[in-house]
């Protein structure tokens, strides 16, 4: 806009009066419209409403950059900022409510479809869990971008996982027991084990939502690992996991060669659908060799005999966000340091 101002030969000098603006010619003004920047919705306020107008001649175009030339007061043009801002506000939190209201619903969906194909003995239970396990949370990422733009949008998509915390802490308490909920996520069917396993499950989802969202690679693949690639694990060591792992008999080589192998695709995967939106801006011809060293990161720790001491849905996404943030964040952000260095060494 500064740019402007210096460079447009219809600006006025500095010590120009607002009276003076307001005797341009109807040409001048035409010419005026060509090159401003047009904005749709302060045009429609301001057609909808004369007494901005302070001029002589009724102009047919308007824009936040036309404001200063075209209106008689800077009290006037700072009126109009909070309408445009209450505007964009409404439209945000409406759209945000109505994300909301799908993927929540969604996701009941999903948990009633899965409980009804186990009481039809189509799946077994531990294969409705597992199942439910993998595809709420990856689907739950790839929800986001049905969120508006907005800086708030990330509380309303964390008030998904919140709204199902509440709903395992109450169950779990035994304060109102739900049999369905408790069949479809446990492994023995017990209330209490809600406040442990699903539990962290959900905060998970809710910390990778607020503090990284969609613009942050590092929830993406923590999320990839959690959902992806531990719970394929757990699915391919019970049908092919004959040979254990020698510092851990309760996990097999195969669960662990799976959870890599599959972690590694879906976040590829998530990383390339947000690139393809715009979210992201990754560099392709490290970020395979990334994502594999913070793969690999996890499946170790998946792997060591550490369950009883801490879940796996706690040590895996907190293994995945510090390998993910040396690996992707503090090495980039090393390199970019080491590049502006040798800049300045070469222009001195």
């Known amino acids: 806009f500064s740019r402007f101002l210096k460079t447009s030969p219809l600006s006025p000098p500095h010590n120009s009066s607002l009276s003076e603006l307001s005797s341009a010619s109807a040409g001048e003004a035409v010419e005026m419209e060509a090159k401003i920047p047009f904005s749709p919705i302060s045009h429609q306020l301001c057609r909808s409403s004369s007494r901005f107008w302070n001029t002589a001649t009724n102009l047919p175009f308007c824009s936040p950059v036309s404001y200063p030339y075209l209106i008689g007061s800077s009290s006037q043009l700072r009126a109009r900022h909070p309408l445009i801002s209450f505007a964009v506000t409404k439209v945000s939190l409406l759209h945000d409510l109505g994300a909301t209201g799908a993927v929540l619903g969604g996701a ?3 948990v009633l479809s899965f409980e009804s194909l186990t009481k039809r003995n189509v799946i077994s239970q531990r294969f409705s869990r597992k199942l439910v396990h993998i595809l709420s949370g990856l689907l739950f990422v790839l929800s986001w971008p049905i969120f508006s733009p907005s800086k708030e949008a990330r509380y309303f998509a964390a008030l998904v996982p919140l709204v199902n915390c509440v709903r395992l802490v109450v169950n779990g308490l035994s304060v109102s027991p739900n049999s369905t909920l408790i069949k479809s996520v446990t492994r023995e069917g017990r209330p209490e084990e809600l406040l442990r396993g699903p539990l962290f499950y959900v905060l998970a989802l809710l910390v990778s939502a607020v503090f990284f969202w969609r613009d942050s690679p590092i929830g993406m693949i923590s999320l990839a690992m959690m959902c992806g690639g531990d719970g394929i694990a757990d699915i391919m060591g019970r049908k092919f996991g004959s040979q254990k792992i020698p ?3 309760r996990k097999s080589l195969a669960g662990s060669i799976s959870m890599f192998i599959f972690g590694f695709i879906i976040s590829i995967g998530l ?78």
């Open 271 to 348: 990383l390339y659908y947000y690139s393809s939106l715009g979210y992201l801006h990754m560099n392709w011809e490290t970020t395979f060799t990334k994502v594999a060293i913070v793969s690999m990161v996890a499946t170790l720790v998946e792997s060591l005999p550490i369950t009883d001491q801490i879940d796996d849905n706690v040590s895996v996404p907190l293994a995945t966000i510090m390998a993910a943030y040396l690996c992707i964040v503090y090495i980039t952000a090393q390199r970019f340091i080491t590049i502006l260095v040798s800049v300045n060494e070469f222009d001195t």
């Open 247 to 249: 510092y851990n008999p």
């Open 108 to 110: 009941y969906a999903l």
